[in-house]
């Protein structure tokens, strides 16, 4: 699976604990962002209808809402691990002078993504930004779905 065999140094080491670091927080947010989306869709049954013709509803689909949503962060937790893996990987192989990895790296981008480049790190930075973005983006579409929901059943 790692096809890089050089000596591993201790910045390398460091990259790959990061790169963990990282990866806890990333999957530790996403928990956090699909028990926010739970709590929005328990926020919203209240809003289609509480007739006893749909009171029986509500529990299976909290309930197999809640296993779908487990099974989809499981993936992702296993994807993410992987694509942070492959981060540092990428890095050793353009140190030696392999295979171009996408980047910030050749002097492009602000002084911030110049200086990441130099440490090895510009690749960890990019993918940790990407994985992150869509895990806050559901969690803040259901922070705003179960404030509309509480704001309607207000009036």
Request: net charge positive; hydrophobic share 60%; aromatic share 12%.
């Amino acid at each position: 699976m790692e096809d890089i065999q050089p000596r591993l140094r201790f910045r390398h080491v460091v990259g790959y604990a990061l790169a963990y670091l990282l990866w806890l927080l990333v999957i530790t947010i996403a928990l956090v962002a699909v028990l926010e989306a739970r709590n929005a869709l328990n926020a919203v049954w209240p809003l289609l209808g509480s007739g006893v013709r749909w009171g029986w509803v509500l529990r299976p689909v909290d309930r197999f809402g809640l296993v779908f949503a487990g099974i989809a962060w499981l993936v992702y937790m296993i994807f993410a691990e992987d694509w942070f893996r492959r981060a540092i990987l990428a890095v050793r192989r353009r140190e030696q002078g392999g295979i171009g990895v996408p980047g910030m790296a050749g002097g492009r981008g602000n002084w911030v993504l110049r200086r990441l480049a130099r440490l090895g790190l510009d690749v960890l930075a990019s993918r940790f930004v990407r994985a992150l973005a869509p895990v806050i983006a559901i969690w803040l579409i259901s922070l705003a779905v179960k404030w509309l929901a509480f704001e309607f059943l207000a009036r």
